[in-house]
């Protein structure tokens, strides 16, 4: 079994290596981590909006409006964001100004949107409002995501492909090093409006619909209501981490930002207006966090409970270092100081209990016994108060909590005593020689 996750993992690797390091993808996961604390704030004020206390909705129905705002302001602008990181982090591995890569991405993000014409009327604060053209906020919410990251990759590139081929303005030594990059992204700005705004406003080419069509299969697939791809996605990340590579930074890239649409899709529908048991999307990656993978990839804060109470000295030291960073979703400790990685006995459970726990929790979501979710608060929180405040305070998310970790148990506790066995015995032999050394030392 051993040699078998050896091959495996020399397979891979050079697989998970490739996709790490791809500049590319680098830039969408590091740009869309980067404005996690836009997206997490926004979420917080949608929890304040839905706190579950008897008269609460009446008493802030006046200011609605008002406390819609922030909201609107960052989950709602999240593509717009997420441009300007994402063609930052780009723009930067070419060694390019990474202030002028960012403000091309989002210039390209925002050419993509087609302005609408209004008369004069009232907002929805009842001010008046002077007839004109507006930016409508939608397309800059999730439904853009995938329009700026592509806005933001294809930027970058006429950015970079002006200075490879030295097309832009020089200015005489001694211009401030400001003053020189302003001029020098002249003819890279003017070939951005020109690739972006000519297509989508002279022959109404809709990016963003266009790739809405083509990721539609793989959208649904990891993200919407298909238990397989959860099932997929489960066994991937913990498959990768068993072998001793980090899961998410392999995969993040590819499958973040399906995760990022998902749940601000459901964030924006449920701030709409619709009920949380008929939002779209059921496996969003706070789904994994405090149910599939509580404590940390694998569920490991089973593990960590059983050692606490375990026979082996080391594993019950291990569980009390643990289990307050387990607490809190945090288990490399567990993880390397195992270790479970390259461990056959305990990579076993480490990939099969998130997989149990998706199944069980996707069918009681699907019967519609609890809602889907639908904010994004840290990962941090621990996972009954996580599962409680991602879907609208719902009970019986609360329970599924405690449900999945006693399945989390009852699946980790025979691989755990065989471990366990093996830890001991390890144990009494070592200190059997230590004895036998100290004897003959006397």
Known sequence: MMKTLDNLAMKLLPIANAIGNQRHLQAIRNGLISILP??????????????????????????????????????????????????????????????????????????????????????????????????PITPLGSQGLFGAIVAALISVEIYRFTKEKKLEIKMPEGVPPVVGESFAALLPTLLVI??????????NFNLNDLLSIAIS?????????????GIITQFMICLFWALGIHGHAVLGPIIRPFWDQAILENAELFQNGTSA???????????????????????????????????????????????????????EPVIFGTPIVMNPLLAIPFIIVPIVNTILVYIVTALGWMPKMMVKPPFSIPAPLGALITSNWNWVACVMVFVCFAVSLAIYYPFFKMFEKIQVEQEQQVEQEDTVAVSQGN
């Open 38 to 135: 836009l997206t997490i704030v926004g979420s917080f004020f949608t929890i304040l909006l839905n706190l579950p206390i008897p008269g609460y909705s009446e008493m802030i129905a006046p200011y609605l409006a008002a406390l819609d705002v922030p909201f609107r302001f960052t989950v709602g602008l999240m593509s717009l964001y997420a441009a300007f990181t994402i063609g930052s982090f780009l723009g930067n591995t070419y060694k390019l100004d990474k202030i002028t890569s960012g403000f091309l991405s989002m210039l390209a993000t925002l050419l993509m949107v087609m302005p609408v014409n209004l008369q004069e009327g009232v907002d929805i604060a009842g001010n008046a409002v002077a007839g004109g053209r507006y930016i």
């Open 194 to 203: 020109l690739v972006f705004w000519i297509p989508r406003h002279f022959f």
């Open 217 to 229: 299969p793989l959208k649904v697939f990891l993200t919407g209501n298909n238990l397989f791809g």
């Open 277 to 331: 048991f008929q939002l779209p999307n059921i496996f969003t990656e706070q789904f994994y966090q405090w149910y599939a993978q509580m404590g940390g990839t694998g569920a490991t804060l089973a593990l960590v409970f059983l050692f606490l109470f375990s026979k082996s000295k080391y594993l019950k030291q291990l569980g009390k270092l643990s289990i307050l960073p387990g607490i809190f979703n945090i288990n």
